[in-house]
């Protein structure tokens, strides 16, 4: 890729995150995105289909960079607290452009992503476990469950109090799932 794509391509990133910061996804128009970034519209088709497959390319970039950030996605299994306070740093870490990246409609997509990712390489390295509830569970209420609980309530008790209580809960409900005889 020559310099003046990688500028066309930051040039287009920037302007699309600085929108989208501004308004729902939905809101956007291909003309002012093209306008703000300096760019014509015949540009802007040569690398996108459209506003989505930017988005969808965008967020996928940020999930990569989540799910890279958890350096032991197999405790997880082994030690789901740990793999809890884990999750919620590298959730920190892209804060900004989750923000703005997963934010209205798209809100649902980064617990999602990042679940079927840690699904994919947990069941690559221990496939007993693609059948398993209580594995599957527990990993739902890691992932989704903290996620949107992080989100909801961090603003009003902070960010530590909030996750330290996520992983509290999911201690608790990891003892508690070891306890009962499964169905």
């Keep these: ?21 501004q308004r729902p996804l939905e809101k956007i128009t291909v003309k002012e995105l093209c306008e703000l970034a300096e760019i014509s519209k015949a540009t802007f088709y040569i690398h996108y289909r459209d506003l989505y ?4 390319r965008l967020q996928k970039e940020a999930v990569a960079a989540i799910y890279h950030s958890i350096s032991h996605p197999d405790w997880a299994v082994s030690s789901p607290a740990d793999f809890t306070r884990e999750l919620f740093a590298a959730f920190q870490s892209q804060k900004p452009l989750i923000d703005i990246l997963f934010s209205g409609t798209q809100e649902s997509v980064l617990p999602k992503s990042i679940e079927a990712e ?8 221990q496939p007993e476990l693609e059948g398993n509830v209580r594995f599957s569970t527990l990993l739902t209420y890691e992932v989704q469950g903290g996620y949107y609980s992080f989100f909801e309530n961090r603003e009003r008790f902070g960010d530590s109090a909030v996750a330290e209580e996520i992983v509290r809960g999911v201690q ?9 005889p499964s169905f």
């Excluded at 409900?173 to 306890?179: F, H, Q, V």
């Design 1 to 21: 890729m020559d310099l003046r794509e990688k500028k066309t391509l930051r040039a287009i990133r920037t302007a699309f995150l600085q929108l989208r910061g």
């Design 53 to 56: 497959d930017l988005s969808e």
């Design 118 to 125: 840690l699904r994919s390489h947990i069941f690559e390295t």
């Design 172 to 180: 608790a409900l990891s003892r508690e799932m070891d306890a009962e």
